[in-house]
């Protein structure tokens, strides 16, 4: 079956970095784009960017431009998010999440979230 | 593209028809989901692809539509289902997500 794990949360200072994996399995890694959705606190849900698992090719939300990095290691089946310079309110929970099939638009596999507290 | 949910909240009562509207910004043909979300739980997809329903999520729920105006009704509302719901559009990036409608017990 499919499953996304994720790593646990993290605590960072404002102007740090945080990296948040997402270990896939049940499926094969490189057909699939792979999603980063973040939920802050009382807010809704906000797309961050994705990537492409075999050709490693992404795409960001504008919003996000210069500070997120998303990247893979096809050896393992995981997939990373790093941003940068971080402000308090980047306090969120960070999900990866796979659509549900091919040509089926809709995250249906959701990593489990990371809590990424950031305060000073 | 944005989206925008209409209502941002919505009383109910268990067994009530609820339907929420998302309108697109401009046309993303079918390429519209649905989610809902809880507290402390990744969002679970509803539908996908405007109307189909993915394997496990109950035939109360149901989507249509297409290019710029969607809905997601559900038939008689369940106790389970007091959450707040997010369509997503999947057509054009960078994707987005509606701002959120939260059904609420009446």
């Known amino acids: 079956q499919v499953q996304l794990v994720q790593s646990g949360a993290g605590m960072r200072k404002p102007g740090a970095s945080v990296k948040v994996s997402c270990k896939a399995s049940?499926?094969?890694?490189?057909?699939?784009?792979m999603h980063w959705v973040r939920q802050a606190p009382g807010q809704g849900l906000e797309w961050m960017g994705e990537i492409n698992p075999t050709s490693g090719s992404t795409s960001y939300a504008q919003n996000f431009q210069g500070r997120i990095t998303v990247t893979r290691d096809t050896s393992t089946s995981i997939v990373y998010m790093e941003l940068s310079s971080l402000r308090f309110e980047d306090t969120a929970i960070y999900y990866c999440?796979?659509?549900?099939?091919?040509?089926?638009?809709?995250?249906?596999?959701w990593g489990q979230g990371t809590l990424v507290t950031v305060s000073s | 593209i944005q989206l925008t949910q209409s209502p941002s909240f919505l009383s109910a009562s268990v067994g009530d028809r609820v339907t929420i509207t998302c309108r697109a910004s401009q046309g993303i043909r079918n390429s519209l989901a649905w989610y809902q979300g809880k507290p402390g739980k990744a969002p679970k997809l509803l539908i996908y692809g405007a109307s189909s329903l993915p394997s496990g999520v109950p035939s109360r729920f149901s989507g249509s539509g297409s290019g710029t105006d969607f809905t997601l009704t559900i038939s008689s509302l369940q106790p389970e289902d007091f959450a707040t719901y997010y369509c997503q559009q999947l057509d054009t990036y960078p994707l987005t997500f509606g701002g959120g409608t939260k059904v609420e017990l009446k």
């Open positions: 049940g499926y094969t890694f490189g057909a699939y784009y």
């Open positions: 999440a796979r659509v549900v099939g091919p040509g089926a638009p809709g995250l249906g596999f």
